[in-house]
């Protein structure tokens, strides 16, 4: 079982490039999220998907976009990369209340 | 709204004496709640979680956590430290669709 995968693990970009995380779950999830970990911060939730072709935004959407076109993949891009965006970011999914499955997270960093 | 408020970013405890992370929420309702728990490098794994079936919930690895709504605590409790238990640990809560996390505390276990 997979569960949930993150790819890229690593990635350092400059500042003003753009990106894509890919999150990939083979537990037939509706709910998936999409999370930036910073020290002292916790988790934030940047924008999540209640299903299949919708998407919302979290707590720290600006700077980010999701697109949810397949039941089992979920992309979180960013189009201007910024020094403020240098984060690890994970991505969860779920049954509707129930607890979130997570991956193993991606590093990234903008110079 | 609800949020959870975890107090101690960091906690040492001896190795062999008792565990007890400390978590507060805010909920006008009845809240789902959980403890996560994060290893280095590596993803959110789900100690526990409850959903009003008990107000003692029993997780993995040993640790409980009581809900006691005249105090709005979850606090997280194992009797017996062990060396493996160093990590960060979160609590959770269900806020509709989304799921915000506390802070983090981060566990550290002396000899």
């Known amino acids: 079982n997979a569960g949930v995968t993150q790819t890229p693990k690593f990635r350092v970009l400059k500042t003003g490039q753009s990106m894509t995380l890919l999150c990939a779950q083979d537990?037939?999830?509706?709910?998936m999220y999409w999370y930036r970990q910073d020290p002292g911060m916790g988790l934030r939730l940047i924008h999540y998907?209640?299903?299949?072709?919708?998407?919302a935004k979290g707590e720290v959407p600006d700077g980010y976009n999701v697109s949810r076109l397949k039941k089992q993949n979920f992309l979180l891009g960013l189009e201007s990369a910024a020094p403020s965006q240098t984060s690890v970011y994970f991505c969860?999914?779920?049954?509707?209340?129930?607890?979130?499955?997570f991956g193993d997270g991606t590093r990234l960093s903008i110079l | 709204a609800q949020s959870v408020t975890q107090l101690g970013s960091h906690v040492s405890v001896s190795e062999g004496a008792l565990v007890l992370l400390r978590c507060n929420y805010s909920?006008?309702?009845?809240?789902?709640l959980f403890w996560y728990v994060q290893y280095p490098n590596q993803g959110l794994q789900l100690l526990l979680k409850?959903?009003?079936?008990?107000?003692l919930v029993k997780g993995i690895n040993g640790f409980e956590a009581e809900f006691k709504k005249s105090e709005t605590s979850f606090h997280l409790t194992k009797p017996s430290a062990h060396m493996s238990d160093a990590a960060e640990y979160f609590c959770?809560?269900?806020?509709?669709?989304?799921?915000?996390f506390g802070k983090g505390t981060r566990l550290h276990i002396l000899p």
């Open positions: 969860a999914s779920s049954y509707s209340t129930q607890p979130q499955h």
């Open positions: 537990m037939n999830h509706e709910y």
């Open positions: 998907s209640v299903g299949e072709g919708t998407t």
């Open positions: 909920s006008s309702v009845p809240p789902y």
């Open positions: 409850y959903t009003s079936a008990a107000t």
């Open positions: 959770a809560v269900r806020l509709d669709d989304k799921i915000i």
